[in-house]
């Protein structure tokens, strides 16, 4: 690999350590301000000695929240203030509360129709980073807090999380010279190839281009030049990131300019996309030539058809395969670049189980955040289609499980159902999206009593029921993923506000039972708490461990209080009462909350 952007430390040998750079990693004694962090490997960019321990690596978290078109300004940052006090009060600054914060920021942001999901630079308009520093600017102006968040920013080997984008953005929102060399060294810690920091990196190079300091621009220069020389290498991970960069960086004509290099001079069309997916945000700018779009969609569809898996069910040893790999970057790709006008190829990749198992989460979720980014930029009837897609795949997935009773699964059909979970998660995670704030949408859907009956069956879809042995074995109950469960039951916890009943009990139990797994509830203990759940009085049981998957505490947290119910999280305890008439008024036009109170 080439020396530099991701094969080697900072500011590789290429160039001698300047003054600069010895001021930032020695203290005035001369003791080293640098000491090797556990995750990070041998090689890499150290962490600061003495700081306090990073936040435990969180799952990808979807915030089931964000895609609002209607939203009202209904935000209060009183919680948001209280938090960043218990932060600047930690010591060591305590990642739990970070954690707390950016939920409440985001339930907040939500409030205000600050919605990301418009285009990719929905985050970085000129109102999202007022409101961030108005929420966030006290952590930056504390040394203690602000090191944490570089140190955040530099430790990308924990893998995706809240902590690590929110840092990176933080950062680059304020960039200077301290704050880039650590966004720069988070891209070189990222063996994974994902590009964690990389946008960071090209807005804080393109804020400090005018910079009047010559300390600062001689950083932001080296900088600039190590990710041109990785730019023009041959490691598609290393390559495709650089090009990502200098497009945020500013420097459109030459992230082009490489793209058309790679394109033309790599040696095959699978080979020339595994470098042009990662660097996928260059065609969506404005100035990316349409004629180019077209090219190289097409190339992706050729890549994927040459590449479609098999007769057969999906084998982990396939998924692991070249082969699949080549077809998920190409499907990946081809979303994100043109996903309306080849909507019909994307579609069957969807639908069809090999090619959807061989996507997996990873794959179907990154294209269905191109797509509902993409809606925004649709006229009504080219949205009406797109929500008509995913709408229709709900509803065949209750209508086949309402029919189970009748035709039980065989155990191929059965392999395929499983094959496609992903899938069905997407589905009703799109539909949720486009939905949850969008009243409109929400009194239309509402109306459609089919519908409500088919989510009803996905959220009730947890135990899985066979009788007969080996290819003789039939399925007439199937369990669903819990994610997928419980977004179909906020769904309908949503819709049911514009209906004149009460809401479902079911919708509550199946939220209380997974609230209760989270905080530790052995699954026996929590399917009494439901049983005996007094739902006009109060419901306790004790928090046992942190959550091991927050989305799901969050969305059960969500459900609850769309339902009527109070949820006080504490320490030791989870409490849940009903609202007063009052306060389920105001929940019922803006309730938003994703993290516990």
Request: charged content about 25%.
């Amino acid at each position: 690999m080439t020396p530099g952007l991701l094969g080697s430390p900072l500011l590789s040998t290429r160039r001698a350590l300047m003054p600069w750079a010895v001021s930032i990693v020695m203290i005035g004694s001369g003791a080293p301000m640098f000491a090797q962090h556990p995750s990070v490997p041998q090689g890499h960019p150290p962490l600061p000695a003495g700081h306090p321990p990073l936040p435990a690596a969180h799952p990808p978290i979807e915030n089931p929240d964000l895609d609002s078109e209607d939203a009202e300004d209904t935000s209060d940052l009183t919680r948001v203030h209280e938090l960043v006090d218990e932060m600047l009060a930690s010591d060591p600054v305590d990642g739990e509360i970070f954690y707390k914060l950016i939920a409440e920021v985001v339930d907040q942001q939500s409030r205000r129709g600050l919605s990301v999901w418009q285009s990719r630079d929905a985050m970085y308009t000129a109102e999202q980073v007022a409101f961030r520093a108005e929420c966030y600017g006290r952590l930056l102006e504390n040394p203690r807090t602000l090191e944490y968040l570089r140190a955040t920013a530099r430790d990308t080997t924990v893998g995706w999380t809240l902590e690590l984008l929110t840092a990176a953005v933080l950062l680059a929102d304020n960039a200077n010279r301290e704050n880039l060399v650590a966004l720069y060294e988070g891209l070189v810690n990222d063996t994974s190839g994902r590009g964690l920091v990389t946008r960071q990196v090209g807005r804080a190079l393109a804020a400090l281009r005018d910079t009047e300091d010559d300390e600062t621009a001689h950083v932001a220069q080296l900088v600039l030049e190590d990710l041109e020389l990785s730019a023009m290498s041959r490691e598609p991970q290393e390559m495709g990131l650089a090009v990502q960069a200098l497009f945020h960086a500013g420097e459109t004509e030459m992230a082009i300019r490489h793209i058309k290099e790679i394109a033309a001079t790599v040696e095959s069309p699978a080979k020339a996309l595994e470098i042009l997916e990662r660097c996928s945000a260059v065609f969506r700018s404005e100035g990316f030539p349409p004629s180019l779009i077209e090219q190289y969609a097409a190339m992706a569809i050729e890549v994927a058809e040459a590449h479609w898996p098999d007769e057969g069910a999906v084998s982990g040893s396939s998924v692991m395969s070249s082969r699949s790999t080549a077809f998920r970057t190409a499907v990946q790709f081809l979303g994100s670049i043109a996903a309306f006008a080849n909507r019909d190829f994307w579609q069957e990749a969807y639908l069809e189980p090999r090619s959807s198992g061989w996507l997996g989460i990873d794959g179907l979720q990154s294209l269905r955040f191109s797509i509902q980014r993409e809606r925004r930029k649709l006229d009504e009837d080219q949205k009406a289609e797109l929500d008509e897609f995913f709408i229709e795949h709900v509803r065949e997935i209750g209508l086949r499980l309402f029919e189970l009773g009748e035709s039980p699964m065989d155990p191929t059909e059965f392999s395929e159902y499983g094959a496609l979970k992903d899938a069905r998660y997407n589905s009703v995670s799109y539909v949720n999206s486009i939905s949850d704030r969008n009243q409109d949408l929400q009194r239309q859907l509402a109306e459609d009593e089919d519908l409500r009956d088919m989510l009803s069956l996905i959220a009730l879809s947890k135990e899985e029921k066979a009788e007969g042995e080996d290819f003789d074995r039939l399925y007439y109950g199937v369990k669903d993923k819990t994610e997928t469960r419980l977004v179909a039951a906020k769904i309908l916890a949503n819709l049911h506000k514009h209906l004149e009943q009460p809401y479902p009990v079911e919708l509550k139990q199946q939220a209380l039972e997974a609230l209760a797994v989270e905080v530790g509830t052995p699954q026996a203990a929590a399917q009494q708490i439901v049983e005996q759940a007094d739902w006009e009085g109060e419901i306790a049981f004790p928090v046992i461990r942190v959550p091991a998957d927050r989305f799901v505490m969050d969305l059960s947290l969500r459900i609850l209080r769309l339902t009527g119910q109070k949820v006080k999280r504490g320490k030791d305890m989870v409490t849940i009462t009903p609202r007063d008439r009052e306060a389920k008024a105001d929940m019922d036009t803006a309730e938003a909350g994703t993290a516990g109170e």
